[in-house]
């Protein structure tokens, strides 16, 4: 007896009610990540802390944007994607200046750290009109059940229909194979500033079709 095929995951438009839920899945799903493990050293506060950070990363950068979206395998936000339009991938400074106390807070002492870390990934971000995967993450309790595939073909299909490239940065050299099986491909293996700093790398995607 042969079972039913599993439903492709519903992929949806995330909104402000699920900052919250979302702030909590990406902190969970960052908590191995190698460099946010340099950057936040401390495991007993680092899923807090990465919490706090995506929360209000999700209100004031991405959610806006209104191209963040989220799925599960039920009902639940279980995973998310932040997708940042063409042109709209950096920080406004009034932004920034806006929010320096509260991520002071979430950062304290590794502030410095990050800010440079940040910035270094930055300035190799490209100038051309693309899409930006600033974020994919899945609960890890969820992980293994295509829902970090769902949205990357949500996104990658209008891409493909629109004509327009895609780009993100791996902070995992595990993930590479993953995303080039989407279409991505390394541009180039960026080491980072600060001793024991691990890499990221930066991959880009033309449209298919």
């Known amino acids: 007896m042969t079972s039913e095929p599993r439903p492709s995951p519903l992929v949806r438009v995330a909104d402000d009610a699920d900052t919250a839920p979302l702030a909590g899945v990406l902190g969970r799903a960052f ?3 190698p460099v946010w ?23 004031r950068v991405h959610l806006p944007h209104g191209a963040t979206e989220t799925t ?27 929010y320096a106390v509260p991520l ?39 992980q293994g059940n295509g829902l970090g595939a769902a949205l ?7 891409c493909d229909a629109e004509g327009l490239p895609a780009y ?14 989407f279409g991505f491909r390394v541009t180039r293996e960026l080491p980072l500033p600060g001793r024991g700093c691990p890499a990221v790398w930066l991959m880009w995607r033309d449209p298919e079709g």
């Open 31 to 33: 908590g191995d990540d």
């Open 37 to 59: 493990r340099w950057l936040l050293p401390d495991d007993a506060s680092r899923v807090r802390r990465m919490t706090a950070l995506f929360d209000i990363l999700l209100r």
């Open 72 to 98: 599960g395998r039920g009902d639940g936000a279980e995973a998310a994607a932040l997708w940042d339009p063409p042109g709209l991938w950096s920080v406004p400074l009034r932004l920034q200046a806006a």
């Open 104 to 142: 002071l807070r979430i950062l304290g002492a590794r502030t410095p750290a990050t800010l440079r870390t940040l910035s270094a990934i930055e300035k190799h971000h490209p100038r051309e009109p693309h899409w930006y995967l600033a974020v994919l993450g899945t609960d890890p309790p969820a």
């Open 152 to 158: 990357l073909r949500s996104r990658l299909d209008r």
């Open 168 to 181: 993100l940065e791996s902070s995992k050299e595990q993930n590479v194979p993953y995303y080039e099986r």
